[in-house]
């Protein structure tokens, strides 16, 4: 599986941003990260392969919403309020399976070549 994601960008905080990514077959469960400067990568959200269950870290609960379309293969993470601290490029990934483990990178299989978001303040 391929993954393409996209729509990052330069806002202003408390602006909102949405985020794809086109995944080239079909995958199990879904999640996005995001790696700032001089941090590691870290979990951000995921959403299971049917959509009916999602998993978000505390930083972004509440602002962020994951979501997909199985019927496009498409991704979304629509993103609101946004603040300096979630400068970071994002990043898409796919697992092989089904699984529970959302936050863990390990798990996921493919990976976006990340899309850059920038929030001034």
């Known amino acids: 599986v391929q993954l393409q994601a996209c729509g990052g960008g330069l806002v202003r905080a408390g602006s909102s941003l949405r985020l794809s990514c086109l995944a080239s077959g079909r995958s199990y469960v879904m999640g996005w990260f995001r790696q700032a400067p001089g941090k590691e990568r870290e979990f951000v959200a995921g959403?299971?392969?049917?959509?009916?269950?999602?998993y978000y870290a505390d930083s972004v609960k509440g602002r962020f919403t994951i979501s997909r379309d199985n019927a496009k293969n498409t991704l979304y993470l629509q993103m609101n309020s946004l603040k300096p601290d979630d400068t970071a490029v994002y990043y898409c990934a796919a697992s092989s399976y089904a699984h529970t483990n959302y936050a863990d990178k390990n798990e996921y299989a493919y990976w976006g070549q990340g899309t850059l978001v920038t929030v001034s303040s």
């Open positions: 959403i299971s392969r049917n959509g009916d269950s999602a």
